[in-house]
C-alpha cells in the first residue's frame, strides 16, 4: 500500500470527507486562524477555501451537490454548480443550543446530537401503550386529563414507508 498525503499543511486540518463520486475532498483546516471549510480535487489539486466567516464538519449530500457544515449551533449549506463553482452558501437552521456533531443521511434528513441541558429539566412520562395483536392501544376517551401521556397506535404509514403514524395525548 501506498500512502498519499493530500493536506500538507503544518496547521490543524480535520473532519476530511469525500464526495459521493470520490472525486473531491472536503474538510476543515484552521490556516486563517479559525477553523474554516476548505474542498480540492482528490487525489491532487488546488485547494479552495469555500467558507469565510467560519465552518467546520464538513458533510456531503448524496448527489454531491451540496456541502453542509455548523457553524456554532447552526448548519448551513454550500450548492454547487454543475462545474462544481459554488452557487450559493446558505443557512438552514439554528437550533439555538450547543451541537456536538451533526450527519446527513442518504435521503437528506439530519441527525443533531445536542449538548445536555445543565440544569435538570423536569419532562412528562411518557408510557407506549400498544399491542397491536390483543388489540391494546390508548384512546382519547381513555387519556383525557391523565398524567402521565400516552403514546400508541404506532403504525408504518400506508404508502409511505419511513414514516409511523401514532397517537400521543
Known amino acids: 500500500k501506498r500512502r498519499l498525503k493530500v493536506a500538507q499543511e503544518a496547521l ?10 470520490g472525486r473531491f475532498l472536503a474538510y476543515q483546516s484552521d490556516e ?4 474554516e471549510i476548505f474542498v480540492q480535487a482528490y487525489p491532487t489539486g488546488s485547494k479552495r477555501q469555500v467558507t469565510t466567516a467560519g465552518g467546520t464538519e464538513p458533510r456531503w449530500s448524496n448527489d ?9 449551533s447552526a448548519i448551513h449549506v454550500v450548492r ?11 443557512s438552514l437552521f439554528d437550533l439555538k ?4 456533531s451533526f450527519d446527513v443521511s442518504r ?26 395483536d390483543e388489540p391494546e392501544f390508548p384512546t382519547p376517551n381513555d387519556v383525557v386529563g391523565a398524567d402521565p401521556r400516552f403514546a400508541g397506535r404506532i403504525r408504518q404509514a400506508p404508502g ?7 397517537f400521543i395525548s
Do not use: H, K, W, Y
Open 12 to 21: 490543524n486540518e480535520d473532519f476530511a470527507a469525500f464526495s459521493p463520486d
Open 32 to 35: 486563517s486562524g479559525r477553523p
Open 64 to 72: 454531491g451537490r451540496e456541502l453542509f457544515f455548523r457553524r456554532g
Open 80 to 90: 454547487f454548480a454543475l462545474d462544481r463553482e459554488i452557487d450559493s452558501i446558505a
Open 97 to 100: 443550543d450547543v451541537i456536538r
Open 107 to 132: 435521503d437528506g434528513r439530519f441527525l443533531v446530537n445536542v449538548a445536555a441541558a445543565s440544569q435538570p429539566v423536569e419532562a412528562p412520562t411518557i408510557v407506549v401503550l400498544d399491542d397491536p
Open 160 to 166: 409511505a414507508p419511513m414514516t409511523l403514524d401514532l
